[in-house]
Structures are given as structure tokens and as C-alpha cells.
């Protein structure tokens, strides 16, 4: 599994379903028929899917210096919403596969990969620009090894919450520093969580707390946690165009 090019996250969790994994296919593959291929390469006895319907944060901001372990929001804004189809022209494509790899190691990193792609500084920008406005590229960012930063405990949450609550839920766990993805959604006969949140924090039961918190104040009492007990696989996906 971990050799699968669309896989680009694989956890063991401590839950009865205890395999979580995040998979990417291009638009001509079939996602059911790839999952249940890779239900019997692995022998599993239940296979879910469970794809996102919006995106309220996709984004980590770890505090430091916070030892309180308070919902203080961070005043960042990490609104987002799931990419419609958007035609891509040659000049498009060409500049997603460059600009998949990891940026040099310089002061000016985006003088090296414009004049590699024939353009100008201003030129590159500006087309990075439209494909963030076009729904094309959510965002460019670096990634931070959170465990080497003090945040070695992490916990999925899962929330049951009631249509009429996901928004104010979901913006809500947005803004908190402790939670670096934010989702809802498809439920499943089996699952029936919408609400999915990834929190950080120094220990378990700091998660646990903060967890509690949330509910609390929000009025979601149906949720589990779960904690990753073993990584099989984290890494990006380049999605080749």
C-alpha cells in the first residue's frame, strides 16, 4: 500500500477500523473499483469511503509559546472549499509539474524556477495567482514536522454534528492553532461521523482536553478519538497534468 502512487497518508489508528489512509486517483480511474482492489491486496473485511465535502481548513499554526492548552483563535483565516474542473491550457500544465517539486534552498528560490521556465518573476507569480484564484492550486506552503516541533500527539476527532450545525461547527475548529486539517464528510452506515478534525497538541491528554473543550462549546457531544499508533506512509502527491 504504501507503494501506491496515489496513496499519500497511511495511519494505523486505535479503532476497530484501524487502517486510515488518504487516496488520490486521476479523473479516469474508478474510485470504488481501486478500493476494492485494495481491500483484497491487503485482506481487509471492510473498506469505507469517505471523501471530503468541504474543506474548513487545511493548515497548522503551532504555537510555541501557548501552555494553557486555551481555544484562543489565531485571527488567521483558513477558509477553503473543495476545486470545480478548470480548464488548463499547455502553458498550465507545464507549470504545475515544475512547480510540484520542492523550491531551491536560496534567498530568491522563485528567480531560479521562473527563469527555468522561461519567465520572468512577475510573469510566474501572476499565473500562480490565477491558478489559487481558479481553484487549481489551494495553496504553497512548507510543511512542518510537528513531532520534532513538541507536538508528538496528534488525534483525528470525529464528530456526529446535525446538518444545521456543521458550518458554525466547522468554522469554529478552523480557527483554533491546535487543529491543522478540518473537514466534513460522507457518512457511511458504519461511520457515521461527518465532522473530521486533525488536533496537535504535547501530549494525549491534551488532545483529550481539548477535545473536550470543543464540545462543550460548541454542543457536539457524539465523537470519538482517534490517535495514530503507528505511520505507514506521509508524503505529497505530484500530481502529474
Excluded at 500500500?1 to 477500523?17: C, D, E, F, T, W
Amino acid at each position: 500500500m504504501v507503494k501506491h502512487p496515489g496513496i499519500s497518508h497511511a495511519y494505523q489508528r486505535n479503532n476497530h477500523l484501524n487502517l486510515w489512509f488518504t487516496l488520490a486517483l486521476t479523473s479516469n480511474m474508478d474510485m470504488q473499483r481501486e478500493l476494492q482492489r485494495l481491500k483484497e491486496l491487503i485482506c481487509a473485511e471492510v473498506v469505507l469511503d469517505l471523501p471530503a465535502l468541504r474543506v474548513f481548513k487545511i493548515g497548522a499554526y503551532f504555537d510555541m509559546y501557548d501552555n494553557d492548552n486555551s481555544l484562543s483563535e489565531n485571527g488567521i483565516d483558513y477558509s477553503g472549499r473543495l476545486a470545480t474542473a478548470s480548464p488548463l491550457s499547455i502553458d498550465d500544465r507545464d507549470l504545475i509539474n515544475k512547480i510540484e517539486r520542492d523550491i531551491p534552498l536560496e534567498k530568491r528560490p522563485f528567480d531560479a524556477i521562473s527563469a527555468n521556465l522561461g519567465l520572468e518573476v512577475k510573469q510566474f507569480l501572476g499565473r500562480l495567482r490565477s491558478l489559487k484564484q481558479r481553484g487549481v492550486m489551494r495553496r504553497f506552503g512548507a510543511a512542518i514536522n510537528h513531532t520534532s516541533a513538541g507536538f508528538p500527539a496528534n488525534a483525528m476527532t470525529c464528530w456526529i454534528a446535525a446538518p444545521d450545525m456543521v458550518e458554525m461547527a466547522g468554522q469554529k475548529l478552523a480557527k483554533l492553532w491546535q487543529v491543522s486539517h478540518c473537514y466534513e464528510r460522507k457518512t457511511n452506515p458504519l461511520w457515521p461521523y461527518n465532522l473530521f478534525a486533525m488536533i496537535h497538541g504535547h501530549s494525549r491528554l491534551v488532545c483529550e482536553d481539548i477535545v473536550s473543550k470543543v464540545s462543550s462549546e460548541s454542543g457536539l457531544k457524539d465523537y470519538v478519538l482517534l490517535f495514530s499508533t503507528r505511520e505507514f506512509k506521509k508524503t505529497r502527491i505530484n500530481y502529474t497534468v
